[in-house]
């Protein structure tokens, strides 16, 4: 199972939203000239599944979709809890990535590989995770909707959304939220756009706003959902954990984050922030 070569990791159990997430990854493969890696977990519910034969279906599958796009498609089938079996898998490889169709709040059908799974993945996940609930996606990648804050991890955000933005000629459309009326505070929020929009002009196309917000009436992630339907994105970067006294506080804690991933019909990249590779543990 191990490979030099990178590897996007896709999970599917031949749902819609599986096969979107798969037609959504060749450009990025190429991008990083990777191959795919087709992943099919078995759970516990599902043991009477026969493994030889939905080996030769996800097989078949990788095979079509290598062939039209020219791509290195592997098929790889694994028996055990879902979420864990996928980040298994992920981590035996080189992987830049996973992308995976997701059910949003709805939940995860069983022995599928979406919905409150998908949460798992990016809880645990050290690479980027894009998650797709929408089923209209269009081709290619215009605008990407980039949320800025006061964090030390948001620029972390920046020098991805500039390779994707120079991939795709897409437009970076950045968003801060401010919920303080203090002024030094907005200040310094002023500055860090400052400090991205400058990082970003000279890569790629640029743009940023500012809402003014009231707490306990508005909510971030809304505001994030509404701005990126008005601009009309095609994919939002998230950061999946912050830190917090030097740990790292779970997506599960950070219920924008969540609320984002499972109400947004735009994909979703969530990234983790480096400190997760020397986080302190308990």
């Known amino acids: 199972m191990i490979s030099s070569v990178p590897q996007i990791v896709i999970p599917i159990d031949f749902s819609e939203?599986?096969?979107?997430?798969?037609?959504?990854?060749?450009?990025?493969?190429?991008?990083?000239?990777?191959?795919?890696?087709?992943?099919?977990?078995?759970?516990?519910?599902?043991?009477?599944?026969?493994?030889?034969?939905?080996?030769?279906?996800?097989?078949?599958?990788?095979?079509?979709?290598?062939?039209?796009?020219?791509?290195?498609?592997?098929?790889?089938?694994?028996?055990?809890?879902?979420?864990?079996?996928?980040?298994?898998?992920?981590?035996?490889?080189?992987?830049?990535?996973?992308?995976?169709?997701?059910?949003?709040?709805?939940?995860?059908?069983?022995?599928?590989?979406?919905?409150?799974?998908?949460?798992?993945?990016?809880?645990?996940?050290?690479?980027?995770?894009?998650?797709?609930?929408?089923?209209?996606?269009?081709?290619?990648?215009?605008?990407?909707?980039?949320?800025?804050?006061?964090?030390?991890e948001s620029l972390q955000k920046v020098k991805k959304a500039i390779e994707l933005g120079k991939l795709y000629g897409a437009t970076i459309r950045m968003i801060s939220v401010s919920f303080s009326q203090d002024k030094s505070t907005l200040n310094r929020l002023i500055r860090k756009i400052e400090e991205a929009t400058f990082l970003i002009k000279s890569e790629v196309n640029c743009t940023s706003e500012i809402v003014n917000a009231v707490e306990g009436r508005d909510s971030l992630a809304q505001i994030v959902l509404d701005y990126s339907n008005k601009v009309q994105a095609d994919l939002i970067m998230i950061m999946t954990q912050q830190e917090e006294d030097l740990k790292l506080v779970p997506i599960a804690a950070t219920s924008d984050a969540h609320y984002i991933i499972s109400n947004s019909d735009v994909p979703v990249m969530s990234i983790v922030p480096s400190l997760k590779l020397h986080q302190v543990k308990d």
């Open 17 to 152: 939203q599986s096969i979107i997430a798969l037609d959504q990854s060749y450009n990025l493969a190429k991008f990083n000239k990777a191959e795919l890696s087709l992943v099919y977990v078995i759970d516990d519910k599902h043991e009477s599944v026969d493994e030889a034969a939905m080996k030769a279906k996800l097989e078949e599958l990788a095979e079509t979709a290598g062939k039209k796009h020219n791509i290195k498609v592997n098929a790889i089938v694994i028996k055990g809890p879902v979420s864990d079996k996928i980040l298994e898998v992920a981590g035996s490889l080189k992987t830049k990535m996973i992308i995976m169709g997701t059910n949003g709040s709805k939940g995860l059908k069983e022995g599928g590989a979406a919905g409150s799974n998908s949460l798992k993945v990016v809880e645990k996940a050290n690479f980027p995770v894009v998650t797709i609930k929408g089923k209209s996606m269009r081709e290619g990648c215009k605008n990407i909707v980039l949320p800025i804050d006061l964090t030390k």
